[in-house]
């Protein structure tokens, strides 16, 4: 279901800190949550709000998020900070207690068309996993965004996984993969590198891959894109996770 957000005009850009045209726009991934199972807490919710409130990205991807949870950040966002954005769930499991979990995309301009696929359940991992797109206009060019949290699996089966993405995202003239991809920069499957089928095809905004995004795993999060200039990463860091939020802009 997609809720519609509304920014005012000059607020974006005093806040974005890119050209006033749409030439560019900022992307942001985030695994929100690490506090069990079911809903978050209400000052957890506010907390995340605060960062994006902050932050401004155009469109964020959400990892390890309910369905509940995302209606609350987007009605927080609008109540508390007057942002409002589409809001396009991705479930992939219902662990009970009001939350259908997965990921979710928030974009502050329409969504045009989404996807949402969730995988078969890989070896003994008691999460389920799966990725999600959605079609919307960034930096003034129709851009699919696909959005996935890769399970802690063997490297070479996360390799697939990221493989399989980065063909179908390959096929588009614009695109954005992001997520929380469970692998650091130099994790191997033999030889090749578990991100490596998107090094062959994509830019990544921490073009170095040497901001960690996590206290303790190192960098594991990642925004690439093809098709469009990338650069800018930031981090930003909030109570409510225990990831980083990786934000960088993107321009035609």
């Known amino acids: 279901m997609k809720r519609l957000v509304v920014v ?3 607020v974006l850009i005093a806040a974005a800190g890119l050209p006033a045209g749409a030439d560019a726009a900022k992307v942001m991934t985030w695994n929100i949550e690490d506090r069990g199972s079911g809903p978050a807490e209400k000052g957890q919710i506010n907390q995340a709000a605060r960062l994006i409130a902050a932050a401004r990205p155009d469109v964020v991807g959400l990892q390890e998020v309910c369905v509940a949870d995302s209606d609350k950040l987007v009605a927080r966002l609008r109540s508390a900070h007057d942002l409002r954005y589409y809001e396009q769930p991705g479930s992939v499991e ?5 939350c259908a979990r997965g990921q979710a995309i928030l974009s502050r301009r329409r969504i045009l068309r989404w996807y949402n696929h969730v995988w078969s359940p890989v070896g003994g991992d ?4 799966g990725y999600m797109w959605i079609e919307t206009a960034l930096a003034g060019r129709r851009v699919r965004v696909y959005n996935t949290h890769i399970g802690l699996w063997d490297a070479c089966t996360q390799r697939r996984g990221l493989r399989k993405i980065a ?6 003239p614009r695109s954005v993969v992001l997520g929380d ?12 590198r578990v991100i490596g089928p998107l090094v062959a095809r994509f830019r990544e905004v921490d073009r170095r891959q040497n901001r960690p995004t996590h206290p303790r ?5 990642y925004v690439f894109a093809r098709g469009l200039r990338v650069g800018g990463a930031k981090l930003f ?10 934000m960088g802009s993107v321009r035609r």
């Open 217 to 221: 795993e190192g960098k594991i999060d």
């Open 94 to 98: 219902d662990e009970g207690m009001g």
């Open 237 to 246: 860091a909030s109570p409510a996770s225990d990831h980083f939020a990786l």
């Open 181 to 192: 991809f469970n692998a650091r920069p130099g994790k191997r499957c033999g030889q090749p």
């Open 8 to 10: 005012s005009l000059l």
């Open 167 to 172: 063909r179908q995202a390959a096929r588009r």
């Open 126 to 129: 008691p999460e389920r996993r």
